[in-house]
Nanobody, 115 residues
Framework: QVQFVESGGGLVQPGGSLRLSCAAS????????MSWYRQAPGKERELVAT????????NSADSVKGRFTISRDNAKNMVYLQMNSLKPEDTAVYYC????????WGQGTQVTVSS
């Protein structure tokens, strides 16, 4: 079955950096665009960034543009999110996804930005 396993989250000070990783399995990874979503406490899950199948094009939410970079390694079935200049409002659980093709979610990885 389709599975996503996110990792790399943690506690970081404002201005710091983290790199999130997501291992995908159960489908032909290289055939699908991949995305990162996040959900902050009391808020709806929101789309953070998307990357096309070959990694040629990416798009990101205005709130993270210029700070976050999505990338992928099709040979390893992995997608990454490099997060720089982190702010307290980036605190959330982060999920990777192959939506709309596959609707399942992984367990997510918690990112907490706090001094």
């Amino acid at each position: 079955q389709v599975q996503f396993v996110e990792s790399g989250g943690g506690l970081v000070q404002p201005g710091g950096s983290l790199r999130l990783s997501c291992a995908a399995s159960g489908f032909t990874f290289s055939n699908y665009p991949m995305s990162w979503y996040r959900q902050a406490p009391g808020k709806e899950r929101e789309l953070v960034a998307t990357i096309t199948t070959a990694g040629t094009y990416t798009n990101s939410a205005d709130s993270v543009k210029g700070r976050f970079t999505i990338s992928r390694d099709n040979a390893k079935n992995m997608v990454y999110l490099q997060m720089n200049s982190l702010k307290p409002e980036d605190t959330a659980v982060y999920y990777c996804s192959a939506r709309p093709a596959y609707r399942s979610w992984g367990q997510g990885t918690q990112v907490t930005v706090s001094s």
